[in-house]
């Protein structure tokens, strides 16, 4: 008989052996309490996949029949139909304005955290406080931080950051809003960048320390470069939870339907004045809000949905390339 394997040239490198496979397990063997998990398991599933499926297709369907171009580049105006009730400019840009001002904040912040407790993490007890108050914000209320804002920036020594009358501090501007949320999106940083710098193996700073590199050097030219699809993918993860956040922007923003600016410095007066965001729009013309506009509020979260989509999809890539990165 001859053997169908091509034989070996003498000299050649030996052949990669196969990877092995473990047996495959039939769940029919399984006891009856294990099947009726995993066909919870499935179950649950598929449903988690449907009601979500279902969300998108019911907000695609309801926003392509209401939106229409001239609600994004007009702005909200009081009237007593929904048809003169104009767009949703000024919530757009207010989106995005408080949404890069809080992420400009929570980013350089949050991986400076996460690059001392990883490298550093010293002294130990404070590395576990400061890791305690990270898991503590993921998990509070943002009506407890809009609070907690609201008393910081109506204090005297704030008052150039929101507008003022006789002395008294407003204390509600772009500039409040988008500094409290950014304790919204600094765990999903902390979080992402700390992985990624722990996936590094040691022997990858090892190499660069032989090589004369100080530590803050091999942080700076090797470890962050290494972590940047961890720092997008963080950074977008939170830009979507805030910009998804109402409480704050109800609280500390005003919730004025357009951007109200204080002073004549034009960006400036933007940040120091109030406004509003895509989730309050929604909010005041949900059909239990107090405009009661149903079709302006189904074409605002569609668009709204589009956004963070968007966003689920630069994650996805910038996940995806980190998968790549192997270190032997």
């Given at each position: 008989m001859t053997s169908s394997a091509t034989p070996r040239l003498p000299g050649a490198p030996p052949r990669p052996a196969a990877p092995r496979r473990g047996p495959r397990e039939s769940s029919s063997s399984w006891r009856l309490t294990d099947r009726i998990g995993l066909a919870a398991a499935w179950v649950l599933g598929l449903l988690f996949c449907v009601i979500a499926v279902a969300i998108v297709v019911f907000l695609a369907f309801q926003?392509?029949?209401?939106l229409h171009p001239s609600l994004i580049w007009t702005n909200p105006k009081v009237a007593d139909t929904q048809a003169r009730s104009?767009?949703?400019?000024?919530p757009l840009l207010g989106t995005l304005i408080v949404g890069v001002?809080?992420?400009?904040?929570a980013?350089?912040?949050?991986?400076?955290?996460?690059?001392?407790?990883?490298?550093?993490g010293r002294p130990r007890l404070l590395a576990r406080v400061v890791e305690s108050t990270v898991e503590m914000l993921a998990g509070t209320p943002s009506i407890v931080l809009a609070l907690f804002g609201l008393l910081i920036f109506q204090s005297r020594f704030l008052g150039f950051l929101s507008a003022t009358n006789a002395g008294v501090v407003f204390g509600k501007s772009c500039f409040a809003a988008g500094f409290m949320l950014l304790f919204i999106a600094l765990p999903y940083v902390?979080?992402?960048?700390?992985?990624?710098?722990?996936a590094i193996p040691n022997h990858v700073r090892e190499a660069?320390?032989?090589?004369?590199?100080?530590?803050?050097?091999?942080?700076?030219?090797?470890?962050?470069?290494?972590?940047?699809?961890?720092?997008?993918?963080?950074?977008?993860?939170?830009?979507?939870h805030t910009i998804g956040d109402t409480t704050i922007i109800l609280l500390l923003m005003g919730d004025t339907?357009?951007?109200?600016?204080?002073?004549?410095?034009?960006?400036?007066?933007?940040?120091?004045?109030?406004?509003s965001t895509m989730t309050s729009y929604i909010y005041d013309n949900a059909p239990t809000g107090d405009l009661n506009h149903a079709q302006l509020a189904y074409a605002a979260a569609f668009v709204l949905l589009l956004i963070v989509l968007a966003l689920n999809l630069i994650v996805d890539i910038f996940a995806n390339r980190s998968r790549e990165l192997r270190w032997s």
């Open positions: 926003g392509i029949r209401y104009g767009g949703f400019l000024d001002l809080s992420l400009s904040l980013g350089p912040v949050g991986v400076c955290v996460a690059v001392w407790l990883v490298e550093y902390v979080a992402t960048v700390r992985e990624g710098l722990q660069s320390y032989a090589l004369g590199k100080s530590k803050i050097a091999t942080i700076r030219r090797v470890l962050l470069p290494s972590v940047r699809p961890s720092v997008i993918t963080g950074s977008m993860l939170g830009f979507g339907g357009v951007l109200q600016g204080v002073g004549h410095v034009p960006l400036l007066g933007t940040l120091r004045g109030t406004g």
